[in-house]
């Protein structure tokens, strides 16, 4: 016999060579057979799982709190603007001259009060003008006395002795001219020297004449041009000499209001010009807000208005004390000016952002619900769910007119007493069934 041959009966079982198609066939019958085991014994431990299919249970309802609804002809509308502390006063300190500083009073956070001394300049040379005019002043004003006073007694007495003796004189001569007249007709004398004793006597009545004209102003006194004259010599220097006295007290730079001193510029020593800022005064008490306001809130505004500030969370009061009559041509609202008063300011600075919140009614009809009864569809849309009378949801769409923090006044598919869903409306479906739990008004 060939070993080449297959014979069954020559072979052992285990030692048989199977092919493909026999082993995946002996596969398929064990999984068919270990299946048929697992079911005998799942039937045989659970008799009732044969008996068919269990029943389903019953949903219950779900609670919900909802909103009774109460129609509204109006809502008042808050709108909150914001604005800034500004100081009531702040001005740049400087000297009206140029100089060199010789001393400082102050230093910056140093309270001052109105009219305190805070810097002086050098005032040496302006001194000594002052005492040169001083002096010019007191002269002319001696002269202008004298020329009140007019001449004296003695000033009169001697122009009338001149006059007297002028007039003797003049006689002398009017005799030596008439005996020279005489003499000229026996022509005994020259002509020439009857010439000279003509021009003697009338120069000697020019001399008289002139002394008479001076005893005559010195008996009347003095023109009334001249003092006036002296007058204004004396005036003018009067109005120098006091505006050198402006300008020492120019000199000393002073507090025009009470405040505190911000910031200093220069020390001592320091040569300055006309002008330039030495220190920095600000009155932060009382404080102002400004705001600027849309034209249409700035006119329900009056005068003495009072409306609420807020600075980082704290509330005072303050009044309307201005409104600029005019837009601001970059943010295009109107500048509303309130102030605090003292009391009211302590412990807010200038520059602090402020917010003021302001209410106006406004005629629209609607209702008011809680901002959690609203749900956000879709391209902006907004709706709400309602309970039917088969305490079934329903879905309504409304439009928001207006929101506040809490609540949004809305109008859009509802009617009044219906039961908005307050609270939870994502766990809802419309067509849902829900068990009223607890039922409050709308909010007002």
């Known amino acids: 016999m060939s070993i080449s041959n297959y014979s069954p009966s020559s072979e052992s079982f285990f030692g048989q060579k199977w092919t493909k198609r026999q082993l995946w066939t002996i596969r398929a019958a064990m999984v068919i057979g270990i299946s048929l085991l697992v079911i005998g014994v799942v039937s045989w431990n659970y008799p009732f799982a044969s ?24 809502y008042a509308a808050q709108r909150t603007y914001t604005g800034v502390l500004v100081a009531a006063k702040t001005s740049e300190l400087s ?34 003008r002052i005492a040169q005019t001083k002096a010019e002043h007191a002269q002319q004003l001696a002269i202008l006395e004298e020329l009140k006073a007019g001449p004296r007694r003695e000033v009169i007495e001697a122009a009338e002795a001149e006059v007297r003796q002028l007039n003797a004189e003049l006689q002398l001569q009017l005799s030596n001219k008439k005996r020279r007249e005489q003499l000229i007709e026996r022509s005994a004398i020259s002509r020439e020297t009857l010439e000279d004793a003509v021009f003697g006597a009338e120069a000697a009545q020019g001399r008289l004449d002139a002394a008479k004209s001076r005893l005559e102003e010195l008996r009347k006194g ?24 402006h300008e020492q007290q120019d000199t000393r730079l002073v507090a025009p209001f009470s405040g505190t001193i911000a910031k200093r510029n220069f020390d001592e020593g320091a040569v300055i010009s006309a002008g330039q800022s030495v220190f920095r005064l600000v009155q932060h008490e009382p404080l102002e807000a400004w705001f600027g306001l849309p034209p249409e809130a700035a006119t329900t505004l009056s005068l003495g208005h009072p409306l609420p500030v807020t600075v980082n969370g704290q509330t005072r009061q303050a009044k309307v004390t201005g409104i600029v009559p005019e837009l601001d041509t970059t943010t295009r609202t109107q500048t509303v000016v309130l102030t605090l008063d003292e009391e009211a300011s302590r412990g807010w600075v200038p520059a602090q952002v402020a917010r003021v919140a302001m209410v106006s009614q406004r005629s629209e009809e609607g209702f008011w619900l809680p901002n959690s009864a609203l749900l956000q569809g879709s ?17 309504r769409q409304v439009e928001i007119i207006y929101s506040e923090s809490e609540r949004s006044f809305v109008r859009g598919t509802l009617t009044a007493s219906e039961q908005v869903v307050a609270s939870g409306v994502n766990r809802l479906v419309p067509e849902m069934h829900v068990l009223v739990q607890s039922t409050s008004e709308s909010h007002n």
């Open 95 to 128: 000297f009206e001259l140029p100089g060199k500083i010789t001393h400082l009073s102050v230093d910056e956070g140093d309270h001052v009060q109105a009219g305190e001394e805070l810097a002086v300049l050098d005032n040496r040379h302006l001194s000594a």
């Open 51 to 74: 008996a068919g299919p269990l029943p389903t249970p019953q949903a219950q309802p779900l609670p919900v709190e909802v909103v009774q609804l109460e129609q509204q002809g109006s």
């Open 379 to 395: 391209r902006g849309l907004w709706s709400v769910y309602v309970v039917d009378e088969d305490d079934r949801i329903a879905r």
């Open 222 to 245: 003095t023109r009334v041009e001249q003092i006036d004259a002296q007058k204004a010599r004396v005036a003018g220097l009067q109005a120098q000499l006091v505006d050198l006295e």
